[in-house]
């Protein structure tokens, strides 16, 4: 089984001319794939550059890294020639670096030069490192760092040295909190070319910092801005994700355009509002659970669904509000058929299709039972280029209750049956009692001459793990 990392039109870049590309690096990644896999998975976690290589579908090239726990400016090359050109400004100390931290200790002096030896790999290296105090309150201080040499962990070590180890950075004896601060707010190259990184918010304000919740709320916006581009706020997308084993202790908050929806909340007023899901509008509308029509957590799928579908045969199980069904349509599906139990969710499908301005006339909307539908299908040999088969992890039906761990082999039998060869299945399900590997082998005991692909979350959500909320698989029958 492969892991896949779909294309992401939201990725966003900081700067780029011909030589070379830089991000606005957030925290949490590596530059390079690491090595750490997922538990009872081969999953491995891309590196930054893998994931803008492949977003960019291009050969990128580091010249320089930053920490996992760093934010900030961070540069790619874009050819062998370029990555070398600016790795010499840096190996030759041509290049000005400004760095922020905070710190919780309270310094004797404003201003330090750090001339420490660092030892690395057993070697001694020479270090130096200005120090200097920019702001202050009552619990914390902000300091800039002019780094002059380019050794591991320089700052955060030469911060221990000062005694004004790095807040959150507890390798090196800073205090204990969430998250570590420590951001590369800008690079000067000779060349004249500079490139700035705004710092996260409570770096502006460290009154922030006093208030663990709330700053934790904060670094987790500030990741996700530091990603995508948020000029078009009537895009959709996760901001917060505080998942907990201890389901009362869940806290999320997604935005849909204009609006910004938290879990658990108040319920928001019933009134409907448009966003866009990449290209696509899509009408919205808070029910008494603050539930949407819309799922953040599958912004990539709906994305490959609206690049795949061109000339193909589509049909949208569990189509809910259609969200899946519009992206095929607006793809140039032929045809595309939605399926759903309840005939709310069937008219604003409807509406979403209207307002997409997608004639309707070569598309059906069906009030069935997905799962029986899919049944009377296999028997009947109906074929599908496409089926997007979003499965519940329980419904009430006119006679019992489907529980997806269940029903899950007879669904994904007869969804395989009814493709056309080289046709491709879609299967999503939130179901908690499932594991990924699970449902791989389900799915190989169901046909053994298929490529399965599991689909990595996209990045504002946190990292996938083998219970991770949503599991969605791309399915191709060879």
């Known amino acids: ?15 780029e001319n ?22 009872h998975s081969d999953f491995i976690q891309d590196g930054l550059i893998e994931i803008f290589e492949k977003n960019l579908n291009c050969k990128l090239h580091i010249i320089h890294r930053l920490d996992q726990t760093t934010t900030g400016v961070m540069i790619f090359g874009k050819s062998t020639e370029s990555a070398k050109k600016y790795a010499e400004y840096f190996f030759d100390r ?17 201003t330090f030069e750090i001339n420490q030896m660092i030892i690395h790999k057993g070697k001694e290296l020479d270090a130096l490192t200005d120090l200097r105090l920019m702001d202050k309150n009552s619990g914390f201080e902000l300091w800039q760092a002019l780094p002059h040499t380019g050794r591991n962990h320089q700052i955060r070590i030469h911060a221990q040295f000062a005694e004004i180890p790095i807040l959150g950075d507890e390798k090196y004896t800073g205090a204990v909190y969430p998250f570590l601060c420590l951001h590369n707010c800008k690079i000067e190259f000779p060349n004249g070319v500079i490139i700035e990184s705004k710092p996260p918010e ?28 948020l000029a078009d706020q009537q895009q959709c997308l996760r901001l917060v994700h505080h998942k907990n084993k201890f389901k009362n202790q869940d806290f999320t908050m997604d935005q849909f355009g204009e609006k910004q929806i938290t879990q658990p909340s108040e319920p928001t007023e019933n009134q409907a509002w448009i966003a866009i899901d990449n290209k696509i509008k899509f009408e919205l509308k808070a029910d008494a659970k603050n539930n949407v029509g819309l799922f ?38 032929s045809s595309v058929t939605s399926v759903d139990l309840n005939k709310n969710n069937l008219n604003w499908s409807r509406r979403n299709f209207e307002i997409n301005h997608i004639s309707q006339d070569a598309h059906k909307f069906l009030l069935r039972d997905s799962a029986l539908y899919i049944e009377q299908c296999a028997i009947k040999n109906l074929k599908f280029d496409l089926i997007v088969c979003d499965a519940p992890a329980f419904y009430r039906r006119e006679k019992g209750i489907f529980k997806i761990e269940n029903e899950m082999t007879a669904l994904i039998k007869n969804c395989l049956s ?25 799915i190989l005991s169901t046909i053994k001459n298929v ?27 060879k």
Request: aromatic residues 10%.
């Open 202 to 229: 409570y770096f502006k304000n460290l009154n922030i910092l006093n208030n663990k919740q709330r700053a934790k709320i904060i670094f987790e916006i500030d990741r996700r801005q530091r990603l995508f581009s």
């Open 418 to 442: 009814c493709l056309n060869p080289n046709g491709h299945l879609l299967f999503s399900t939130t179901a908690d009692d499932l594991y990924i590997d699970q449902i791989k082998q389900i």
């Open 1 to 15: 089984m492969n892991f896949l990392r779909l294309h992401d039109p939201l990725l966003s870049i900081l700067f």
């Open 94 to 110: 041509k290049v000005q670096k400004t760095y922020l931290f905070i710190t919780k200790s309270i310094s004797q002096k404003n």
């Open 18 to 39: 011909e030589d070379i590309i830089a991000i606005d690096k957030p925290y949490g990644f590596n530059a390079h794939t690491n090595d750490s896999k997922i538990e």
């Open 451 to 477: 490529e399965i692909n599991c689909i990595l979350p996209s990045m504002d959500f946190e990292f996938p793990d083998e219970k991770s909320n949503l599991k969605s698989f791309l399915i191709q029958l």
């Open 296 to 333: 953040t957590n599958q912004r990539l799928q709906r994305n490959w669904v609206l690049k795949n579908s061109e000339n193909k045969n589509v049909l949208n199980l569990f189509s809910h509000t259609g969200t899946y069904g519009v992206c095929a349509a607006a793809g140039s599906a």
